[in-house]
DNA sequence: ATGTCGATTTGCT
DNA sequence: GCAAATCGACATA
């Protein structure tokens, strides 16, 4: 089915640059169709996290918990973590099984349907916060911890291809935020937006 | 077994 | 501007 076409295929995912898959991401749609409620929005910021050579990554250097063992798998599925013990944050594994790169998904212009998101979020329809953070993404699109380690080719949870091309120009590049733990790493510019959304997370 | 800290958000001062 | 919320991972014992 033409649903079906739309989707950003595997071999999207499953390639080595988990940078340029950030960069990739930025402008896709992600839909969720969780509990009934079939909601979308266009991507409009991203942060890359790599495995191998970044202290910011919660598998640096190969290392493998309960918590993350689904980055060391195939690219094309989620990996959602519990942050601070509060928030549900959603990202996507990319890169072959075996490397631990995602792609942490911040925040999403609402597309279809907002008044669920309003609804999940407990704020008026109107806002433009319903998910302009990784925290409040994941819960205007119903993405909860029980999501980890779902194929984003399935029915919950996917990407869709855009019908808009961005030029390398609408990306903001700076360093990802909140990771001052990882030393020198902190400051790879990895974080990227795209220009002049008013949908993007609310720090510089 | 116990203590610290985190890829954040919210509400109160 | 600051602290609370609150659970898993990790270091230390």
Redesign the pocket.
Known sequence: MAEQAKRLPLSFYRRDDVIRVAQDLVGQVLVSDIQGKRVSGRIVET?A?RGWGDR????HAG?M????QV?FRAGGIA?V???????H?F?VVTNQAGSAD?V?I?AVEPLEGVSFMAQR?GLDQCSK?LA??????T?AMGIEVKHNGVSLTGDEIWISKSEITLKPTDLISSP???????GEDAKLPWRFRLRGSRYT??KE
Do not use: F, I, W
């Open positions: 942060e996290y910011a990554c919660h598998a290392k918990t309960p918590r993350n980055m990996y973590y519990l942050c601070y013990g509060v928030h944050l990202n995602a942490l911040r979020r916060q302009n953070g990784p925290g409040k993404l819960q990802r935020m909140g990771v001052d733990y990882a997370s609310p």
